[in-house]
């Protein structure tokens, strides 16, 4: 059975692991909340230790074919956009590598005239001996358009649904592939028969009610973890940020409630990592790591070029997909997916970190490990 047929048996048909998650997401007072936190931050001790996995997001790209009404990125918002070259990226990579990052994510909007594989290919192994672990987050692909990625040295893919919503999603995504709802949906298998060593997926919180979005997030969760169980699977919280085009949210998740829901991953799926990104404000964050968060990004940026000002004089502006003509005005970096809160430098999150007892990583794997 596919997890798109699961899904639209949500929510009659849950499994009893998905009626405890559910059960967790209820309202609750605040001597339930402090039980549900400490049964989390046992949890995870016990399956992580008080280790902080460190990571940072590389840009390589802001080109996007797409229009999803809550992207800095869609086709048609008037932005800033361009793609680095290469050896621009590896002068980001040196900047990170410089400040202690091993695990590096490449992002990159969605436009195979821009961002293709032979491209990717050259960055993975361009990146390789700066970082023992490089991820991706990028536009849905075939196995066998992952599995060059893989061989060149890639081993995570990160991909978010956004929304489990069908409606909301439909709403969301006006325009190009990404509208394609159940293409998106099994992209992790498609990445897992590929090879990737690490699976990350996610729902991007804002985009429609947040307990119903969270048990189908914990539902697909549930499903790969019974059908992509060589490969390690993390999940994403992100709840929404500004960003170009002004999308208003037409839902929240408050601080208390990612909290619970935080809570309620770990309860439930003990030894799966939980990422928290630079989304969140520094105080909240410093918080949240306390009650089962395992990853942390630090000192980003969400701008190609954003770490080093590579690019700058490549940088061209688009209005609805189309290139204006050049501007030779033009000297700034192109424009971000969105704005984050926790503008700390990485090696500040370290020191937090340290003084809360966690012991920060910056390198928890080596292809060295698996080469023959």
Same mark, same amino acid.
């Given at each position: ?43 995870? !001790?016990?399956?992580?230790? !008080? $280790?902080? =996995? ?28 361009? $793609? ?8 980001? #990579? =040196? ?8 695990? @590096?994510?490449?992002? *990159? ?8 594989? %032979? ?36 081993? /995570?893919?990160?991909?978010? &649904? ?13 325009? /190009?592939?990404? &509208? ?10 498609? #990445? ?15 985009? %429609?009610?947040?307990?119903?979005? *969270? ?18 699977? $993390?999940? +994403? ?14 839902? +929240? ?6 909290? &619970? ?13 939980? @990422?928290?990104?630079? !989304? ?18 630090? /000192? ?13 004089? #490549?940088?061209?502006?688009? @209005?609805?997909? =189309?290139?204006?003509?050049?501007? *030779? ?5 192109? $424009?971000?997916?969105?704005?984050? +809160? ?12 340290? !003084?809360? /007892? ?15």
């Amino acid at each position: 059975m596919s997890f798109a047929t699961i899904l639209d048996q949500l929510p009659p048909a849950k499994s009893p692991l998905l009626r405890r998650f559910a059960s967790l997401l209820e309202p609750n007072d605040d001597a339930s909340f402090e039980r549900m936190a400490q049964e989390a931050r046992e949890l995870t !001790r016990q399956n992580f230790g !008080r $280790t902080m =996995r460190m990571f940072a997001p590389l840009y390589l790209s802001n080109e996007c074919i797409n229009n999803c009404r809550y992207c800095g990125f869609s086709r048609d918002n008037p932005i800033l956009r361009v $793609t680095l070259t290469v050896e621009q990226v590896v002068a980001e #990579a =040196r900047h990170l590598a410089a400040q202690g990052f091993r695990q @590096v994510l490449l992002v *990159a909007g969605e436009h195979p005239k821009f961002v293709n594989g %032979s491209y990717l290919v050259d960055c993975i192994r361009a990146l390789r001996p700066y970082f023992s672990s490089i991820a991706l987050e990028l536009g849905p692909m075939e196995s066998a358009e992952y599995a060059p990625l893989v061989e060149a040295g890639a081993e /995570g893919l990160v991909v978010y &649904q956004e929304t489990y919503d069908r409606g909301s999603y439909a709403r969301m995504h006006t325009s /190009g592939p990404k &509208q394609d709802f159940n293409w998106r949906l099994d992209c992790p298998e498609r #990445a897992y028969a590929a090879g990737f060593r690490r699976i990350g997926i996610g729902a991007l919180f804002g985009l %429609s009610a947040w307990r119903p979005e *969270a048990l189908a997030l914990a539902a697909h969760l549930e499903y790969l973890l019974k059908r992509c169980w060589r490969s390690d699977l $993390t999940v +994403s919280l992100p709840r929404l940020r500004p960003a170009a085009g002004d999308f208003v949210p037409p839902f +929240s998740l408050g601080e208390r409630e990612l909290g &619970q829901l935080i809570c309620a991953f770990r309860i439930c799926f003990s030894q799966v990592g939980i @990422v928290l990104s630079t !989304r969140e404000p520094a105080p909240l964050r410093d918080v949240l790591a306390s009650l089962g968060v395992t990853i942390m990004s630090s /000192g980003s940026h969400t701008e190609p070029g954003g770490y080093t000002g590579q690019g700058r004089h #490549a940088v061209h502006q688009t @209005v609805r997909g =189309r290139i204006l003509p050049p501007d *030779a005005g033009i000297d700034a970096l192109a $424009t971000g997916q969105f704005e984050i +809160s926790d503008e700390r430098s990485p090696a500040e999150v370290a020191n937090v970190l340290r !003084r809360r /007892g966690f012991e920060p990583v910056w390198k928890d794997w080596d292809q060295a490990l698996i080469t023959r």
